[in-house]
């Protein structure tokens, strides 16, 4: 069984910054891929970055240049530093882990960024 778990998010003023920490109970170098997904209200899901085993690092145009995504394997947690946040930034983050063909997902942790 996976689990993952979330933990970061908050309230802050646009401008400010915000780092995301996903804690997976299994070791995470097994993973094909660690991302990051939002979802605002009223909204759909939306990938915002992603870390494949490979080391390719993708970032939706929206927090490219403000967002990194990075992984400790010895910790088995991967991590969203977000900076500059804006307030269309706000939403839910989720957590996702890609192994084979099973995707594992966290419980989210609620971001909002205000103007």
């Known amino acids: 069984q996976v689990h993952l778990v979330e933990s970061g998010g908050g309230l802050v003023q646009a401008g400010g910054s915000l780092r995301l920490s996903c804690a997976a109970s299994?070791?995470?170098?097994?993973?094909?891929?660690m991302d990051w997904s939002r979802q605002a209200p009223g909204k759909q899901r939306e990938l915002v970055a992603r870390?494949?085993?490979?080391?390719?690092?993708y970032y939706a145009p929206s927090v490219e240049g403000r967002f990194t995504i990075s992984r400790d394997n010895g910790k088995n947690t991967t991590y969203l530093q977000m900076n500059s946040l804006k307030p269309e930034d706000t939403g839910i983050y989720f957590c996702?882990?890609?192994?084979?063909?099973?995707?594992?997902w966290g419980q989210g942790t609620q971001v909002t960024v205000s103007s």
């Open positions: 996702q882990l890609v192994l084979g063909a099973y995707d594992y």
């Open positions: 299994i070791s995470i170098a097994r993973a094909n891929a």
């Open positions: 870390l494949t085993s490979a080391g390719s690092i």
